[in-house]
């Protein structure tokens, strides 16, 4: 039998969202963007990526799965922290119950492959999660059928933090998103920093249509610059891949995303070797 090669368009994933997700939510409701009406399945239709993170308001159940039909590859998301009182604290039985509720989906849907811990270098720490709570997470994963990896967010701008590499080796695979804009020449090298801490674990660069870390709009040729950083990561395979962030951003008119989806008509077909 005869395996069709991957083209980069396999490797790219799309950060599913609710509709209008960000600007009915705390803090980024502030930022000002426009109301969005596009759905995860209306992107995949647009891009031709059938991977999603289901994430931004989409629940683990039923539900969020058979409204995305045409995805052929699916992660679940949720934290090991919230917020609560205006304060970040642990939730760690609320995600031991969203694990196993992923778990059941993988159970019944294929597409199901993953489950991440987002915001985990930050928010998760902040609230202070341990490695005892992901060897439990992991134990809890291990004896419960059907086994799922367990993924992490580690944002780029925090791998010399206290403790973390000894967080990071209880991870699968690395979702390493790039924050602050400015940054971004520095992503090859971090990657590279990721390898040496986790012994060459699988990495996910996740980018953004918003500059979030400097709250600011991305012209064209910023959102061309990150994806001319990216590409090479990809193709020479020290990345598994992009995810971009995210569906209610996507609609909105920006040229960020017009740059985006322009390149991903450009390469998308390419095939990797």
């Given amino acids: 039998m005869t395996t069709k090669p991957a083209t980069i368009r396999d490797r790219l994933w799309t950060w599913g969202m609710q509709v209008n997700a960000l600007q009915q939510t705390g803090s980024y409701g502030k930022l000002g963007f ?21 994430a931004g308001g989409l629940e683990i159940n039923e539900e969020s799965l058979a409204a995305m039909p045409s995805a052929e590859r699916i992660v679940c998301k949720w934290s090991l922290h919230t917020e609560l009182d205006d304060k970040i604290v642990l939730n760690i039985d609320v995600a031991e119950a969203r694990l196993l509720a992923a778990k059941q989906l993988a159970a019944s849907d294929p597409r199901v492959e993953g489950f991440l811990l987002d915001d985990f270098s930050t928010g998760s720490m902040d609230a202070g999660a341990s490695p005892e709570h992901m060897a439990r997470l992991q134990y809890i994963n291990t004896t419960t059928w059907p086994h799922l990896p367990l993924y992490e967010t580690i944002y780029s701008m925090t791998l010399e933090r ?15 998103p790039l924050w602050h804009f400015p940054e971004c020449d520095t992503m090859p090298a971090r990657i590279e920093r990721c390898a040496e801490l986790t012994g060459n674990k699988p990495m996910l660069v996740c980018l953004y249509f918003y500059d979030f870390g400097n709250h600011r709009m991305l012209e064209r040729n910023e959102m061309q610059q990150q994806l001319d950083i990216v590409e090479p990561l990809i ?33 998308g077909d390419d095939e990797l070797s």
């Fill in 235 to 267: 193709r020479e395979q020290r990345v598994t891949g992009l995810m971009m962030c995210g569906t209610c951003m996507m609609d909105l008119g920006w040229e960020s995303v017009d740059c985006y989806q322009e390149w991903v008509r450009r390469v």
């Fill in 162 to 176: 206290d403790g973390l590499a000894d967080m990071m080796r209880y991870a699968d695979l690395l979702l390493v």
């Fill in 34 to 54: 426009d109301d969005s009406t596009l759905t995860v399945e209306q992107a995949i239709e647009q891009t031709g990526i059938k991977n999603v993170y289901m």
